[in-house]
């Protein structure tokens, strides 16, 4: 189907604005009017309205708005999920990683990791989610062997979506996981990182380091 020209959109640029500030991807918005998501998002940029991550003008990279959709996740029942939410609260970490290379570039990791004594509660999570179950360090004299699974990328990002209504301690971690993990649509050798998803990973980095200290503090 031929796109239409940028005029086409002139008298419906506050439909696009309004549709955009209401959640609306740039790209929903493009099928809607029949024209490309690049159209979209200069009408937007002429209005003045900042673009959310993923969106940029004239940026070739692959542009991420929602959370990569996860088999495994899906299939799991509203009980698993809140279960999962409960090994989250009480024996889970949500990590950010930040490390600098030899260039000085900045490189960041989201994780999860569970830990447990039982091996049972971890192959629980094996078949469902996949994985490895990884020991940790030798247990003291009179302790318990302690096993982690972790979990990272897209389908780490699709799990926290999935047991996000059920976190009582956690939730405000999992949701710069969640942010973080989905800046990570630019990761890829090769490709140029835009100026506003650095600012954008450094932000949601200084609000992760925040609120694991508040959470250390309670």
Not at 66 to 71: F, L, N, S
Not at 150 to 155: D, H, K, Q, S, T
Not at 166 to 189: C, F, N, W
Request: aromatic share 6%; charged share 25%.
């Amino acid at each position: 189907m031929r796109k239409k020209p940028a005029s086409v959109l002139a008298p419906h640029e506050d439909a696009v604005v309004e549709a955009y500030t209401g959640g609306a991807s740039a790209r929903q918005i493009a099928t809607r009017f029949g024209v490309g998501g690049s159209t979209v998002r200069r009408v937007l940029d002429a209005r003045g309205i900042t673009l959310r991550v993923g969106q940029t003008v004239g940026q070739s990279l692959p542009a991420r708005t929602e959370v990569e959709p996860d088999a495994s996740v899906a299939a799991l029942s509203a009980a698993e999920l809140a279960y999962i939410a409960g090994l989250i609260d009480g024996e889970g970490c949500l990590l950010i990683y930040r490390k600098k290379d030899s260039r000085g570039g900045l490189h960041f990791r989201c994780i999860l990791r569970i830990a447990n004594t039982s091996l049972r509660v971890i192959a629980w999570l094996q078949v469902r989610l996949g994985g490895t179950a990884v020991p940790a360090q030798k247990p003291r004299a009179h302790h318990l062997q302690v096993y982690q699974w972790p979990c990272e990328g897209p389908r780490l990002a699709a799990l926290l979506v999935a047991v996000r209504p059920h976190l009582v301690i956690k939730p405000e971690l999992a949701d710069l996981l969640i942010s973080m993990q989905m800046t990570m649509a630019y990761s890829g050798r090769g490709l140029r990182l835009p100026e506003e998803v650095k600012a954008e990973r450094e932000r949601l980095f200084a609000k992760y380091q925040a609120e694991r200290a508040e959470m250390r503090g309670r």
